[in-house]
């Protein structure tokens, strides 16, 4: 009469398959899931803004020192600022690779006079942010400095580069997040144009 061991079981055979195939099996679970939201569920350039319809929150923040247009400082920007005039603000640092991507777009926005293009410097050093628009240029009329990151957090940004339209009112019209390109910044000048049409 054979001596069946433990090993040799059936029934502890089948729970070494089990438990071998089930880390395979949630694997792929959560692999159809991440595929999922790349190909068919929501982007984060399309994340809901809270702020959407909202008016922008209570905040002053300082200029950027030395960033000057025909030896003028370029001023800070405030809560004040958003009133009687379509406002585009973009949230940027130097250190931020893709800010450098966007960056001509921004510029071709600034070219248009019909709005204002504002720039929230985000936790960056006043230096490079002064290298950084005196080697790629200045689209901005105003640039706020956001050192510790508080304002940004009250703009209910999730990471930079952001971009918002903020209508005549001084309510957000629109947010992207992410580097503008392509489809992205075809959005973004139809989303200025509504705000200017209203």
């Given at each position: 009469m054979s001596d069946l061991t433990?090993?040799?079981k059936p029934?502890?055979?089948?729970?070494?398959v089990i438990l071998g195939i089930l880390p395979l099996l949630l694997f792929a679970i959560l692999a159809a899931v991440f595929f999922r939201q790349l190909t068919g569920g929501q982007s984060s350039s399309t994340i809901p803004s809270a702020l959407l319809g909202k008016s922008v929150p209570q905040f002053d923040l300082p200029a950027l020192d030395g960033l000057k247009e025909n030896g003028v400082q370029i001023p800070g920007m405030k809560t004040a600022d958003f009133a009687g005039k379509v406002?585009?603000?973009n949230v940027w640092a130097s250190w931020c690779v893709p800010c450098r991507a966007?960056?001509?777009?921004i510029m071709e926005l600034g070219q248009d006079?019909?709005?204002r293009v504002f720039g929230i410097n985000y936790k960056d050093k006043p230096e490079n942010a002064l290298r950084f628009l005196g080697q790629l240029g200045n689209p901005y009329d105003a640039v706020g400095t956001d050192q510790k990151g508080r304002t940004t957090i009250d703009w209910g940004v999730y990471g930079i580069p952001e971009t918002f339209v903020v209508g005549r009112d001084g309510k957000?019209?629109?947010?992207?997040?992410?580097?503008?390109?392509?489809?992205?910044?075809?959005?973004?000048?139809?989303?200025i144009e509504k705000a200017l049409k209203s």
């Open positions: 433990t090993e040799n029934g502890s055979r089948r729970t070494r406002t585009v603000v966007e960056h001509p777009m006079t019909r709005f957000i019209r629109y947010k992207f997040v992410g580097p503008l390109g392509g489809k992205s910044f075809q959005k973004m000048k139809d989303e």
